[in-house]
């Protein structure tokens, strides 16, 4: 881990895997804090509960409260077969809600995660692909790696019109099939017009308006290029019922 010494015991709250890791970078994982323990680090699994929150709670109080906490990650919500739930940073909070304090976030959005995949796999031309703009989009951005949204998970139209320029896509997918597809190409006109292919949005003024839905990505794409090139917040903009039906934005 690096803040603590190679033989250290830690507190793990999570599942197999972030134990596996524990153990290969030479520290001893354990489901309950002693004295011994050194740092706690936290990881998200589906099945943890009450129990090994409050352990991880009790690691970081009192006389342990300036114990090392890491979180592999900040997400609040994940994707799942019946909706969405919980992620690790809905449990993260928790934590922090009983003792007072934010973990130091080992995963996304922070750079060194990237940065160590692209040295492990000697990439030099990498394209992150990932379905949250404030950790998965925003870290790739900040590591200066190409990045692309996929319309299929958390994140969607509502998000990317909203996005500031920390958190906006390179490109955005409906779904991964496109990968393999060229991707379209973003047609910014003098009239007012931006036009992916079939879809074509007007910016009149503050007023953003369907000329032509098109297939849905293309028309995420051009409501999205137009709101980013027009140098206004969303909320400054009037987007028109018959648009935000189009985009599938709940009114």
């Known amino acids: 881990m690096g803040l603590v010494p190679a033989g250290s015991e830690i507190l793990v709250v999570g599942g197999e895997g972030l134990t596996v890791e524990v153990e290969r970078a030479g520290l001893i994982p354990v489901g309950a804090a002693s004295s011994e323990t050194a740092a706690v680090v936290q990881g998200f699994a589906p099945d943890v ?3 090994q929150l409050a352990e991880a709670a009790f690691a970081l109080q009192g006389a342990h409260s300036e114990r090392p906490w890491v979180a592999t990650n900040s997400d609040w919500t994940i994707p799942v077969a019946r909706g969405v739930a919980p992620g690790n940073g809905t449990l993260v909070s928790a934590v922090h ?6 973990p130091v ?9 990237f940065t160590t995949a692209l040295e492990r796999f000697s990439a ?11 950790t998965d989009i925003l870290g790739a951005n900040r590591a200066g790696i190409r990045s692309a949204l996929v319309l ?3 994140d969607g139209a509502r998000q990317l019109l909203a996005a500031d320029a920390t ?3 390179d490109l955005i997918l409906e779904n ?3 990968l393999v597809l060229p991707y379209p190409a973003v047609e910014a006109r ?7 292919r079939d879809a074509v949005v007007r910016l009149d003024g503050r007023r953003l308006e369907l000329e032509a839905a098109g297939a849905y990505g293309d028309l995420v794409r051009a409501a999205s290029a137009a709101v980013w090139n027009s140098g206004m917040a969303i909320y400054a903009i009037d987007v028109t019922a018959s648009l935000l039906d189009a985009l599938r934005i709940a009114r």
């Open 97 to 102: 809600t009983a003792v007072g304090r934010l």
């Open 105 to 113: 976030v080992a995963g996304k959005p922070e750079t060194p995660i």
């Open 190 to 196: 003098q009239d007012g017009t931006t036009r992916v």
């Open 152 to 154: 299929t998970g958390i």
């Open 49 to 51: 509960g009450w129990h």
């Open 176 to 178: 991964l099939t496109e």
């Open 124 to 134: 030099s031309k990498a394209l992150f692909v990932g379905d949250r703009l404030d």
């Open 167 to 169: 958190m906006r896509p």
